[in-house]
């Protein structure tokens, strides 16, 4: 396959990694269809049992599939991505995952904050979630400046992982997904990125993401808490008080039925509050 260099007009990857599709992928690559801006669709098949089966295009758009001949786990499909991305000389790289939805214009404003400022290197947004009926479950926001995200991100999520687009360029500074911290593998990522660059997060919901009870974090929970309390550790500074906070809160979670926690966001969402739990 021929891999022209598309970067020089402001393209953005949109890199999904996928492990046998059950039919959401074709509603996820619509969502993107309309973005007012050139991309390029990353799909990375992670040795699923029946390849993932896509058009060539989406819209105007080129779908290119990788595939994994084996299941190598997540962090390695996005390594992959990111590798075939940076030979490309895509200039953006867009998360979404399989059975998300990009709002309309998304990747336009994300890009836009990026071009419009060099010294950002990410950036996210809010994000809705929304069960398989369409019903919205709960909407989280973030803090929008580099500073406050900084110390949150001690203690709380700041980037929901699908809706983060970041500069190629970062890769080179920071390195790429880390196979060391199982479930929490964008956390890692995130906490290397924001020590070394500015980040930022737009105010409005950019994206829509799929609230499954039986998803991957939830049956992962107790793994990510351990991966996620080992990066609080990594990046742990003595003189932050929320490090302290980070530490002790995310030990508590682990006695904390997950169930709970879905409750009081879907309340904090209801009374228009920032969740942080």
Not at 54 to 60: D, I, L, M, S, Y
Not at 157 to 163: G, L, Q, S
Request: proline residues 4%; positive net charge; hydrophobic residues 45%.
């Amino acid at each position: 396959m021929s891999e022209p260099v598309t970067g020089v007009d402001g393209t953005v990857a949109v890199l999904i990694p996928v492990f046998n599709d059950d039919g959401r992928l074709a509603a996820t690559l619509r969502s993107i269809e309309e973005q007012g801006v050139p991309v390029v669709i990353v799909v990375v098949d992670d040795g699923s049992a029946r390849p993932v089966a896509t058009a060539a295009t989406a819209g105007e758009h080129e779908v290119v599939v990788l595939r994994h001949a084996t299941n190598q786990g997540i962090e390695r499909a996005l390594n992959t991505g990111l590798e075939y991305i940076r030979r490309r000389g895509i200039p953006y790289v867009a998360r979404l995952d399989n059975g998300d939805h990009c709002v309309l214009g998304r990747l336009a404003r994300q890009r836009a904050v990026l071009e419009s400022d060099d010294a950002i290197h990410l950036v996210g947004s809010a994000v809705e979630w929304r069960d398989d009926l369409g019903r919205v479950r709960f909407t989280r926001t973030f803090p929008t400046t580099h500073d406050a995200i900084v110390r949150a991100l001690h203690h709380t999520t700041v980037f929901i992982h699908p809706a983060v687009m970041f500069r190629t360029s970062v890769l080179a500074t920071v390195g790429s997904y880390s196979t060391e911290y199982p479930a929490a593998e964008d956390l890692e990522l995130f906490c290397r990125i924001s020590r070394r660059h500015r980040v930022a997060n737009l105010a409005e919901t950019l994206v829509v993401t799929r609230f499954d009870p039986d998803g991957l974090s939830m049956r992962r929970r107790r793994a990510q808490l351990a991966s996620t309390l080992r990066i609080q550790l990594a990046f742990f500074r003595p003189t932050v008080w929320t490090s302290y906070y980070g530490v002790v809160k995310t030990l508590g979670r682990f006695l904390i039925p997950y169930s709970w926690i879905v409750a009081v966001k879907a309340l904090a969402s209801r009374r228009g509050e920032l969740v942080t739990t």
